[in-house]
């Protein structure tokens, strides 16, 4: 078990390499300066303290890790109490609607980028702007420009991002002792779609009840078709987030690409779907950690599950690897992409009801767990993930940790933010039939993806004109 | 009554090995939660069969409650099951009676409105209800799941009970209203006594209904963990999206809470014992 | 015995005694009932969203584009009705069969019985995933005992078509409250009935069908209707299988999945609200018959 940094060897690390830096600079007090002011907080009457519900979904094994970084407010913090609220996952959606319309709200809720533009259109939340400008902090400094945009709507600023909206697509993970067994070279990653291809012919095998062992699942839904669009040189949507893109001759070809290379080497969607079925890749059973899978297209939380599911194939690297999103060869446009934002992309939000010293306190837990290095930091890097805080992926214990490091850090910065609208999850839904219709044959791609097209446009069309 | 050669025959050919084949489609899913419940975070998995665990891990059982506070939600669902569920059972049942045997206006138009409160679906009352109990304050306590039990808030229930009082002959009644009793006193001397099996279904439902309920508690008791049930105590072991990593721990809580509920029902349907006779199939 | 004359006088006597009795319920339903209906009527003539302040009057627009632009208003509900169609009568059967195996005088009563109902108290997380194994194309029961039987294995959750027969199945395995209710309706029967029956010679057949279904039918009408309106708002059980998507090709987007993707996902709550004012309609209408034609075979002891 290689990783096994501790807090405290992490922040020695991170503070020498984080002094000058902007982060250190704008944020709390670092960690030397901590003490003290705890001290003089703690001559103030306790019955100031202000105490806040902090509702939101990190449960399992993160649980821990929040209450630490809950801790490390508190000791910087004698004011302010935070309760971490961690909540059931199913019926997230109604808990978070109701708590949101509640006249005594949770003083922050953790919500989806795409729920927090909802929020913030229906004027429900605390824009932080006024917040941020006071203490000083220039966001647009701090995280990478794909990551805060995601958080703000029509320019104003609802939250400090975390963890990565980016990182969902811009790399993959791959396994080498299925390259190796298939007569691949484990070392030389793939890095188009046409050596993609061409290694999960050699590595898929197949039986009477389907797939045995799987070279690459492409995916579907907005998501599997979006992160591959953007390898093609194509878009969403347009910029300014008023028209569809996706049915672009670029978009046509990424979708009867993914079709051809699903029913040619899968044998079909439903094979590919079923290969995957009653497991996730956080259970051990998942075909990447039992060599049954090459490739692996997921988001840098991969880190995390690795750790947490298969230690031992986290500590022996030579068995893993990272790539940065294969890309259409044949188009000279394009590159490694990846796509931030389009679903996920998680926020923390102030309801528009909530009193003032509840809300200043909010914002004062928000900036520490969204800037401080023993922070949101703290809580990706004992993930292993990286943190929309670009300086915190400077920390040098991360590559000692990962040698796949700086492979990360490029597919972060090649990440696109997708301009969305509180109509984002309609139209989400919408691509996601289409790409479903094209895999199962009911429409080409070239139709499925017109029609989505124009369903999407009207969504798009009905939300601006109203 | 003696039973015929033949009814006997027939149990032993057709009857009981029809049970044991259906006992064992019913029981194989219990089996194989409980056989997962004792599985490893290693050997856990959906795609195998495996019924005996390698190796057996009873430790599941003592470290779920180092883990998470099960006693404390146990109590809490307790506390909410015994607070709401006799009160509601005997307010559907008066209501029930109504709908069954006393005349008053509109009682038919009332009946369809009864029908009718089963057909809005759930997901659009949620917000509204919301906002009441909101507006009351109640948010964060147990009333929200309670005052509407007690009161009744169960067409399902009351219909229930309705078809069944219209089955008890109405000389019982008609005898006690002769000797003076009121209707307060026909449904308890007469119905009442008469009903204990569809009284054993509706407290078997209620209280398991209330026992498994996850989205009310979730929406009213979310933000107080003191005050948590066990079916979010469950449904907290699925992390982030949904995820789960830990399989058999969620299995040992499925466990917990389906034994008090077996035990539930096989008490309760003691009082459905009135076995109908066999020796009548004579082919 | 009282006449008929007698009872009427009684009854007119006493005719607001009968609102006492249901009083507790009329406010339960004024409050929890009609308040979400009002709103909801109201709101589905509305843009609401969440938001506190007083949502954009539509007019019928929310209904217009149910009928016109909705791909998934017909999709959802043709799947519930599939699914309706094929799952209620399933479950009833089976539920009737086997409570009356279990009100025979059979050894192990209590423990066959309370083996049959077990599915109905597995909460509902554990039911899907348990199910999710059991659906698996290679490791799964199902398909073991298909390949046992020589039979071709099915795609249960990766084919568009199997998703609902899945779901039938899944719903079958929990008809333990129906079973219940049959059960409690057997004990009902008065045995001199049976008794009678023999004295006459009637097989056990005759017996079933003159005397326990008739006795039964009040019961069976109430498990018909309760049947009826839950299927056409199944929602729980295919969330936690398909997720809110239901499953490839929105195979199993059932309508009320429709409506809560509209309501908690996309925020469109007078959409939504409009969306479940139509189902009230439709189940509604087909209540209303079933009430209508259930004098025809349903017998009631005061009538």
Same mark, same amino acid.
């Given at each position: ?46 019955? $100031? ?65 795409? $729920? ?143 079709? $051809? ?206 | ?283 | 015995?009282?006449?008929? #004359? ?10 607001? /005694? ?28 509305? =843009? ?101 039987? =020589? ?15 899945? #779901? ?31 004295? =006459? ?13 008739? #006795? ?60 479940? /004012? /139509? ?15 259930? =004098? ?8």
């Amino acid at each position: 078990m290689a990783r096994k940094l501790t807090r405290r060897s992490f922040l020695k690390v991170a503070g020498v390499s984080a002094t000058t830096l902007a982060v250190a600079a704008c944020a709390a007090p670092g960690p030397a300066a901590a003490p003290a002011e705890g001290d003089m907080a703690e001559g103030a009457p306790s019955a $100031e303290r202000v105490e806040i519900e902090f509702m939101n979904w990190w449960g399992s094994h993160r649980e821990p890790l929040m209450d630490e970084v809950i801790a490390n407010f508190h000791d910087m913090n004698s004011d302010v109490q935070v309760n971490n609220s961690v909540q059931p996952w199913d019926g997230r959606a109604e808990r978070a609607a109701t708590a949101v319309a509640s006249n005594n709200p949770p003083a922050l809720i953790m919500t989806q980028r795409v $729920e927090t533009y909802q929020f913030a259109h229906e004027n429900l939340l605390i824009p932080i702007d006024d917040y941020v400008q006071a203490s000083g902090i220039d966001p647009d400094a701090i995280f990478y420009s794909g990551e805060i945009n995601n958080q703000r709507w029509q320019g104003q600023l609802y939250s400090f991002p975390l963890p990565t909206g980016g990182g969902n697509t811009g790399q993959y993970f791959y396994n080498k002792t299925v390259l190796a067994e298939a007569g691949l070279d484990p070392e030389t990653p793939v890095t188009t779609w046409q050596e993609l291809t061409e290694a999960s012919r050699a590595i898929t095998q197949k039986d009477d009840l389907g797939v045995t062992v799987m070279g690459a699942n492409l995916g579907g839904g907005p998501v599997g078709f979006g992160q591959w669009l953007y390898g093609n040189a194509g878009q969403f949507v347009s910029d300014d987030a008023r028209t569809i893109m996706f049915d672009s001759p670029q978009g046509i070809e990424t979708l009867e690409w993914m079709v $051809e290379f699903t029913n040619e080497v899968n044998g079909g969607i439903d094979n590919a779907n079923e290969f995957f079925a009653g497991t996730s890749d956080t259970s051990a059973d998942h075909p990447y950690y039992n060599d049954k899978l090459g490739f692996l297209f997921t988001g840098v939380w991969q880190f995390g599950h690795l750790q947490a599911t298969d230690p031992d194939m986290w500590a022996d690297t030579s068995t893993w690897g990272v790539g940065q999103m294969p890309y259409n060869g044949n188009n000279s446009d394009a590159g490694h992409a990846g796509v931030a934002g389009l679903a996920g992309s998680w926020g923390y939000v102030i309801p528009a009801s909530t009193p003032q010293d509840l809300a200043d306190a909010a914002y004062q837990w928000l900036e520490f767990f969204g800037t401080h290095e023993q922070g949101g930091c703290l809580f990706l890097f004992n993930q292993g993930r990286p943190s929309p805080v670009a300086q915190c992926n400077e920390n040098a214990a991360y590559y000692d940790d990962n040698p796949y490091w700086s492979v990360v850090l490029k597919s972060l910065a090649s990440d696109v933010s997708v301009a969305v609208t509180p109509v984002q999850a309609r139209i989400n839904d919408v691509v996601g039939t289409v790409v479903d219709e094209a895999y199962f044959g009911q429409h080409s791609p070239a139709d499925a993806l017109a029609k989505g097209a124009e369903e999407s446009q009207r969504i798009l069309d009905e939300f601006w004109s109203g | 009554m003696v039973e015929g050669l033949y009814a006997r025959v027939a149990k032993w050919t057709f009857v009981y090995p029809l049970l044991l084949v259906g006992s064992t489609v019913m029981l194989f899913p219990l089996a194989w939660t409980f056989s997962t419940s004792l599985k490893t975070a290693q050997t856990v998995t959906l795609r195998e069969v495996k019924l005996i665990p390698d190796p057996v891990q009873w430790a599941n059982y003592i470290t779920i409650f180092e883990e998470s506070p099960l006693l404390l939600y146990t109590q809490n669902t307790m506390y909410m099951v015994v607070t709401s569920v006799i009160g509601g059972v005997v307010i559907c049942a008066l209501a029930g009676y109504a709908f069954a045997r006393i005349g008053f206006p509109a009682r038919e138009v009332l009946f369809y409105v009864l029908l009718s409160t089963m057909m809005l679906p759930h997901v659009v009352q949620i917000i509204p209800l919301f906002v009441i109990f909101d507006q009351l304050g109640l948010v964060g306590t147990f009333w929200p799941l309670i005052i509407p039990r007690l009161l009744g808030h169960n067409a399902f229930y009351i219909f229930l009970m309705r078809q069944f009082f219209r089955g008890i002959p109405l000389e019982l009644s008609d005898a006690a209203r002769m000797d003076g009793c009121t209707e307060l006193g026909i449904w308890a001397r007469i119905i009442m006594p008469n009903s204990k099996p569809v009284l054993a279904a509706v407290g078997i439902f209620s209280i398991q209904f209330a026992w498994n309920d996850f989205l009310s508690p979730l929406i009213y008791l979310g933000p107080k963990k003191e005050l948590w049930t066990l079916a979010l105590g469950l449904n907290a072991q699925k992390g982030f999206e949904g995820e789960i990593t830990s399989l058999h721990k969620m299995m040992v809580i499925s466990v917990y809470m389906i034994i008090p509920m077996l035990l539930v029902f096989a008490f309760g349907q003691k009082y459905m014992i009135e076995g109908v006779t066999f020796s009548g199939m004579k082919g | 015995m009282l006449t008929s #004359m007698q009872r009427y006088l009684y009854h007119h006597r006493t005719k607001w /005694v009968g609102f006492a009795f249901i009083l507790p319920w009329i406010l339960s339903a004024l409050w929890f009932d009609l308040i979400p209906f009002v709103t909801n009527l109201y709101l589905s003539f509305t =843009d609401y969203s969440v938001s506190t302040s007083t949502p954009d009057w539509l007019g019928i627009r929310n209904y217009r584009e149910i009928l016109e632009l909705d791909p998934l208003f017909t999709k959802s509900l043709g799947n519930t009705v599939y699914y309706l169609v094929l799952g209620v009568p399933i479950r009833l059967l089976a539920a009737f069969a086997i409570a009356v195996l279990l009100n025979l005088r059979i050894h192990a009563l209590g423990t066959f019985r309370t083996i049959f109902y077990i599915p109905s108290v597995v909460p509902l997380v554990a039911v899907s995933i348990i199910f999710f194994g059991m659906f698996n194309a290679r490791y799964g029961i199902f398909n073991q005992l298909l390949i046992l039987l =020589d039979l071709p294995p099915v795609r249960w959750l990766t084919r568009p078509e199997w998703i609902k027969p899945a #779901m039938v199945i899944m719903s079958t395995w929990g008809f333990g409250a129906q079973m219940v209710i049959f059960l409690a309706g057997l004990q009902g029967i008065p045995s001199e009935l049976y008794e009678a029956a023999e004295m =006459d010679g009637g097989s056990y057949w005759h017996q079933l069908f003159r005397i326990t279904i008739p #006795m039964l039918s009040p019961v069976i009408f109430f498990n018909l209707i309760i049947g009826v309106i839950g299927g056409f708002q199944v929602f729980a059980s295919a969330y936690v299988l398909l997720g809110p998507g239901g499953g490839p090709l929105n195979a199993g987007l059932f309508y009320v999945l429709h409506i809560y993707n509209n309501a908690f996902s996309y925020f469109r709550l007078g959409y939504a609200a409009a969306l479940s /004012v /139509v189902l009230f309609l439709i189940i509604l209408f087909f209540t209303v018959i079933m009430v209508r034609t259930s =004098d025809r075979w349903v017998y009631y002891g005061d009538a």
